[in-house]
Protein backbone atom coordinates (compact mmCIF):
# COMPACT_ATOMS: atom_id res chain seq x y z
CA UNK A 1 0.00 0.00 0.00
CA UNK A 2 1.42 3.66 -0.58
CA UNK A 3 0.30 6.89 1.18
CA UNK A 4 -1.27 7.68 -2.15
CA UNK A 5 -1.74 11.60 -3.74
CA UNK A 6 -2.04 13.14 0.11
CA UNK A 7 1.48 13.35 1.24
CA UNK A 8 1.84 13.71 4.72
CA UNK A 9 4.80 12.83 7.22
CA UNK A 10 4.32 10.28 10.04
CA UNK A 11 6.03 11.49 13.14
CA UNK A 12 6.15 7.65 15.76
CA UNK A 13 6.78 9.31 18.97
CA UNK A 14 7.64 7.94 22.65
CA UNK A 15 9.35 7.50 25.61
CA UNK A 16 12.58 5.17 25.41
CA UNK A 17 11.93 1.38 25.71
CA UNK A 18 8.12 1.92 24.58
CA UNK A 19 8.67 -0.27 21.51
CA UNK A 20 8.46 2.51 18.70
CA UNK A 21 11.11 1.21 16.39
CA UNK A 22 8.75 -2.63 16.19
CA UNK A 23 5.53 -0.49 15.53
CA UNK A 24 7.17 1.66 12.81
CA UNK A 25 8.36 -1.53 11.05
CA UNK A 26 5.50 -3.21 11.13
CA UNK A 27 3.75 -0.14 9.64
CA UNK A 28 6.21 -0.42 6.96
CA UNK A 29 5.22 -3.54 6.17
CA UNK A 30 1.89 -2.68 5.29
CA UNK A 31 2.39 1.06 4.02
CA UNK A 32 5.33 1.81 1.66
CA UNK A 33 7.49 3.65 3.66
CA UNK A 34 11.06 5.31 4.87
CA UNK A 35 12.04 5.10 8.18
CA UNK A 36 14.34 8.06 9.28
CA UNK A 37 15.59 7.66 13.07
CA UNK A 38 14.73 10.56 15.17
CA UNK A 39 17.40 9.67 17.51
CA UNK A 40 20.71 11.48 19.34
CA UNK A 41 22.20 8.69 20.35
CA UNK A 42 21.68 6.26 17.27
CA UNK A 43 23.28 8.57 15.23
CA UNK A 44 27.23 7.49 16.96
CA UNK A 45 29.01 3.97 14.95
CA UNK A 46 30.08 1.88 17.67
CA UNK A 47 27.12 2.44 20.21
CA UNK A 48 25.29 0.10 19.65
CA UNK A 49 24.53 -2.01 22.18
CA UNK A 50 23.67 0.83 25.12
CA UNK A 51 21.53 2.70 22.69
CA UNK A 52 19.39 -0.19 21.76
CA UNK A 53 19.96 0.08 18.16
CA UNK A 54 18.32 -2.22 16.17
CA UNK A 55 20.88 -5.19 15.30
CA UNK A 56 22.43 -5.45 11.94
CA UNK A 57 20.37 -7.90 10.34
CA UNK A 58 17.11 -5.97 11.12
CA UNK A 59 18.20 -3.14 9.63
CA UNK A 60 19.64 -4.75 6.97
CA UNK A 61 15.67 -5.45 6.42
CA UNK A 62 14.17 -2.30 7.42
CA UNK A 63 16.81 0.26 6.60
CA UNK A 64 17.04 3.48 8.70
CA UNK A 65 17.73 6.61 7.69
CA UNK A 66 20.26 8.41 9.82
CA UNK A 67 21.89 6.09 12.05
CA UNK A 68 25.51 5.30 12.37
CA UNK A 69 26.37 8.38 10.51
CA UNK A 70 29.45 10.19 12.63
CA UNK A 71 31.75 8.99 14.81
CA UNK A 72 31.01 9.74 18.45
CA UNK A 73 33.90 12.22 18.99
CA UNK A 74 31.90 14.26 16.12
CA UNK A 75 29.66 17.20 16.77
CA UNK A 76 26.53 16.97 15.43
CA UNK A 77 23.71 19.79 15.85
CA UNK A 78 19.94 19.67 15.39
CA UNK A 79 20.56 22.26 12.44
CA UNK A 80 22.35 18.92 10.51
CA UNK A 81 19.87 16.78 11.81
CA UNK A 82 17.28 19.37 10.16
CA UNK A 83 19.08 19.09 7.13
CA UNK A 84 19.45 15.52 6.88
CA UNK A 85 16.31 14.97 7.71
CA UNK A 86 14.85 17.40 5.16
CA UNK A 87 16.44 16.11 2.66
CA UNK A 88 15.52 11.95 2.90
CA UNK A 89 11.47 13.38 3.41
CA UNK A 90 11.88 14.77 -0.02
CA UNK A 91 13.22 11.71 -1.18
CA UNK A 92 10.69 9.59 0.68
CA UNK A 93 8.28 12.07 -0.97
CA UNK A 94 9.40 11.45 -4.85
CA UNK A 95 9.48 7.92 -4.18
CA UNK A 96 5.82 7.98 -3.12
CA UNK A 97 6.71 6.77 0.46
CA UNK A 98 5.71 7.61 3.74
CA UNK A 99 8.18 9.36 5.93
CA UNK A 100 7.86 7.43 9.15
CA UNK A 101 10.65 9.84 11.59
CA UNK A 102 10.46 7.19 14.38
CA UNK A 103 12.64 8.41 17.92
CA UNK A 104 12.39 10.02 21.25
CA UNK A 105 14.67 12.91 20.92
CA UNK A 106 11.48 15.27 21.36
CA UNK A 107 13.98 18.44 20.75
CA UNK A 108 14.54 17.56 17.28
CA UNK A 109 10.96 16.25 16.32
CA UNK A 110 9.65 19.73 17.80
CA UNK A 111 12.82 21.47 15.67
CA UNK A 112 11.14 20.09 12.73
CA UNK A 113 7.40 21.44 13.12
CA UNK A 114 8.27 24.53 14.47
CA UNK A 115 11.55 25.55 13.02
CA UNK A 116 14.68 26.32 15.33
CA UNK A 117 16.20 29.30 17.05
CA UNK A 118 19.51 31.23 15.91
CA UNK A 119 21.11 29.88 18.96
CA UNK A 120 25.19 30.36 18.88
CA UNK A 121 26.83 27.39 18.33
CA UNK A 122 28.99 25.94 21.43
CA UNK A 123 32.81 26.22 21.29
CA UNK A 124 35.20 23.52 22.52
CA UNK A 125 36.19 26.40 25.57
CA UNK A 126 32.97 26.65 26.25
CA UNK A 127 31.91 23.62 26.39
CA UNK A 128 34.46 22.40 28.65
CA UNK A 129 33.69 25.44 31.42
CA UNK A 130 30.17 24.33 31.24
CA UNK A 131 31.40 21.08 31.91
CA UNK A 132 33.66 21.78 34.52
CA UNK A 133 31.23 24.33 36.51
CA UNK A 134 28.56 20.97 36.12
CA UNK A 135 31.22 18.58 37.89
CA UNK A 136 32.17 21.66 40.73
CA UNK A 137 29.07 22.58 41.52
CA UNK A 138 26.02 19.79 39.96
CA UNK A 139 22.76 20.53 38.27
CA UNK A 140 20.75 21.67 41.47
CA UNK A 141 22.69 24.52 41.54
CA UNK A 142 23.35 25.33 38.29
CA UNK A 143 19.62 25.12 37.99
CA UNK A 144 19.35 27.92 40.44
CA UNK A 145 21.39 29.97 38.84
CA UNK A 146 19.24 29.48 35.77
CA UNK A 147 16.71 30.49 38.04
CA UNK A 148 18.41 33.94 38.56
CA UNK A 149 19.38 34.55 34.87
CA UNK A 150 16.68 33.05 32.67
CA UNK A 151 13.40 32.12 34.89
CA UNK A 152 11.00 30.87 32.08
CA UNK A 153 13.64 28.46 30.84
CA UNK A 154 14.40 26.88 34.56
CA UNK A 155 10.51 26.25 34.90
CA UNK A 156 10.94 23.85 32.07
CA UNK A 157 14.21 22.09 32.32
CA UNK A 158 14.07 19.30 35.19
CA UNK A 159 16.94 20.40 37.98
CA UNK A 160 18.43 17.06 37.00
CA UNK A 161 18.84 17.49 33.59
CA UNK A 162 22.40 18.35 33.44
CA UNK A 163 22.74 19.07 29.65
CA UNK A 164 19.84 21.37 28.77
CA UNK A 165 20.84 23.37 32.14
CA UNK A 166 24.07 23.76 31.10
CA UNK A 167 23.44 24.27 27.36
CA UNK A 168 20.97 27.16 28.55
CA UNK A 169 23.72 28.82 30.49
CA UNK A 170 26.26 28.52 27.81
CA UNK A 171 23.70 30.25 25.66
CA UNK A 172 23.36 33.27 27.64
CA UNK A 173 27.23 33.67 28.26
CA UNK A 174 28.19 33.31 24.71
CA UNK A 175 25.25 35.62 23.48
CA UNK A 176 24.14 37.76 26.57
CA UNK A 177 20.54 36.75 25.57
CA UNK A 178 17.86 34.04 27.68
CA UNK A 179 17.39 30.77 25.66
CA UNK A 180 13.94 31.54 26.01
CA UNK A 181 14.40 34.79 24.67
CA UNK A 182 16.42 33.63 21.44
CA UNK A 183 13.65 30.54 21.33
CA UNK A 184 10.79 33.12 20.73
CA UNK A 185 12.86 34.09 17.44
CA UNK A 186 12.25 30.80 15.08
CA UNK A 187 13.73 30.82 11.57
CA UNK A 188 12.33 29.42 8.70
CA UNK A 189 13.53 25.64 8.77
CA UNK A 190 10.61 24.29 10.08
CA UNK A 191 9.33 21.28 7.64
CA UNK A 192 6.99 22.50 4.98
CA UNK A 193 4.54 19.35 5.23
CA UNK A 194 1.81 17.91 7.03
CA UNK A 195 2.34 16.21 10.12
CA UNK A 196 0.46 13.81 11.41
CA UNK A 197 1.55 12.01 14.71
CA UNK A 198 1.27 8.57 16.57
CA UNK A 199 2.23 8.65 20.22
CA UNK A 200 3.44 5.08 21.55
CA UNK A 201 2.82 5.38 24.99
CA UNK A 202 2.40 2.19 27.53
CA UNK A 203 1.87 2.63 31.37
CA UNK A 204 4.89 3.91 33.52
CA UNK A 205 5.26 0.71 35.53
CA UNK A 206 5.60 -1.14 32.39
CA UNK A 207 8.28 1.04 31.01
CA UNK A 208 9.94 1.16 34.40
CA UNK A 209 10.27 -3.10 34.09
CA UNK A 210 11.07 -2.97 30.08
CA UNK A 211 13.70 -0.01 31.11
CA UNK A 212 15.23 -2.33 33.98
CA UNK A 213 14.96 -5.58 31.79
CA UNK A 214 16.98 -4.34 28.97
CA UNK A 215 19.39 -2.74 30.42
CA UNK A 216 20.28 -5.76 32.37
CA UNK A 217 20.21 -7.57 28.37
CA UNK A 218 22.67 -4.59 27.67
CA UNK A 219 24.87 -6.14 30.36
CA UNK A 220 24.74 -9.35 29.26
CA UNK A 221 25.32 -8.95 25.37
CA UNK A 222 28.83 -7.03 26.19
CA UNK A 223 27.93 -3.60 26.80
CA UNK A 224 30.82 -3.28 29.25
CA UNK A 225 32.70 -4.46 26.45
CA UNK A 226 31.52 -1.66 24.70
CA UNK A 227 32.31 0.81 26.69
CA UNK A 228 35.67 -0.31 27.38
CA UNK A 229 36.80 -0.29 23.74
CA UNK A 230 35.45 3.52 23.24
CA UNK A 231 37.85 4.17 26.43
CA UNK A 232 40.41 3.54 24.34
CA UNK A 233 39.56 6.45 21.89
CA UNK A 234 42.01 8.74 23.06
CA UNK A 235 39.30 11.82 21.51
CA UNK A 236 36.85 10.37 23.34
CA UNK A 237 35.59 11.96 27.35
CA UNK A 238 33.06 12.89 29.46
CA UNK A 239 32.26 16.54 28.04
CA UNK A 240 31.08 14.94 24.85
CA UNK A 241 27.40 14.38 23.71
CA UNK A 242 28.05 11.09 22.92
CA UNK A 243 29.24 9.97 26.16
CA UNK A 244 26.51 11.94 27.95
CA UNK A 245 23.80 9.36 26.61
CA UNK A 246 22.59 7.56 29.42
CA UNK A 247 23.91 4.21 30.49
CA UNK A 248 26.85 5.56 28.65
CA UNK A 249 28.46 7.72 31.14
CA UNK A 250 27.39 5.39 33.89
CA UNK A 251 29.26 2.73 32.93
CA UNK A 252 32.21 5.08 32.18
CA UNK A 253 32.26 6.38 35.58
CA UNK A 254 32.28 2.39 36.59
CA UNK A 255 35.80 2.48 34.85
CA UNK A 256 36.91 5.25 36.72
CA UNK A 257 36.09 3.86 40.07
CA UNK A 258 33.41 5.85 41.10
CA UNK A 259 31.58 2.84 42.02
CA UNK A 260 30.68 -0.91 41.91
CA UNK A 261 29.41 -2.72 39.54
CA UNK A 262 25.96 -3.18 41.42
CA UNK A 263 25.84 0.78 41.84
CA UNK A 264 26.62 1.50 38.36
CA UNK A 265 23.64 -0.59 37.45
CA UNK A 266 21.35 1.23 39.55
CA UNK A 267 22.69 4.51 38.57
CA UNK A 268 22.48 3.48 34.85
CA UNK A 269 18.42 2.17 35.44
CA UNK A 270 17.67 5.21 36.78
CA UNK A 271 18.81 7.45 34.97
CA UNK A 272 17.06 5.94 32.34
CA UNK A 273 13.83 6.32 33.98
CA UNK A 274 14.45 9.78 34.39
CA UNK A 275 14.94 10.29 30.48
CA UNK A 276 12.09 8.27 30.42
CA UNK A 277 10.02 10.48 33.12
CA UNK A 278 11.11 13.92 31.02
CA UNK A 279 10.32 12.41 27.80
CA UNK A 280 6.71 11.23 28.33
CA UNK A 281 5.84 14.55 30.14
CA UNK A 282 6.78 16.43 26.96
CA UNK A 283 4.30 13.86 25.07
CA UNK A 284 1.58 14.64 27.21
CA UNK A 285 1.38 18.11 25.47
CA UNK A 286 1.21 16.57 22.40
CA UNK A 287 -2.86 16.90 22.18
CA UNK A 288 -3.07 15.88 18.61
CA UNK A 289 -2.56 12.47 16.85
CA UNK A 290 -3.23 9.16 17.98
CA UNK A 291 -2.30 7.73 21.18
CA UNK A 292 -1.18 4.00 21.98
CA UNK A 293 -0.88 2.24 25.54
CA UNK A 294 0.69 -1.00 23.36
CA UNK A 295 1.99 -1.60 19.74
CA UNK A 296 -1.24 -1.64 17.67
CA UNK A 297 -0.68 -1.58 13.89
CA UNK A 298 -4.23 -2.39 13.42
CA UNK A 299 -5.10 1.07 14.77
CA UNK A 300 -1.99 2.81 13.29
CA UNK A 301 -2.60 1.98 9.97
CA UNK A 302 -6.53 2.89 9.76
CA UNK A 303 -5.45 6.18 11.56
CA UNK A 304 -3.16 6.67 8.65
CA UNK A 305 -5.41 5.19 6.30
CA UNK A 306 -7.83 7.63 7.28
CA UNK A 307 -6.01 11.01 7.09
CA UNK A 308 -5.28 9.59 3.17
CA UNK A 309 -8.92 9.32 2.19
Request: net charge neutral; with cysteine.
Amino acid sequence: MTIGSNKFVLFLMGPTASGKTELAIEISKIIDSKLISVDSALIYRGMDIGTAKPDKETLKKFPHELIDICEPEDSFSVNDFIELATTQIVLAFKEDKLPILVGGTSFYFNALEHGISNLPESTDKSRKHFNELLQEQGSEKLHDKLKEIDPKSAERIHPNDSQRITRALEVYDLSGETLSNLQGKKNHKKLNAEIKKIILMPKRSDLHERIEERFIDMIKNGFLDEVETLRQNKKLNLDLASMRCVGYRQVWNYYDGMYNKKEMIEKAIVATRQLCKRQSTWLKNEKEGLILNQNDVKKAVNFLRSHDA
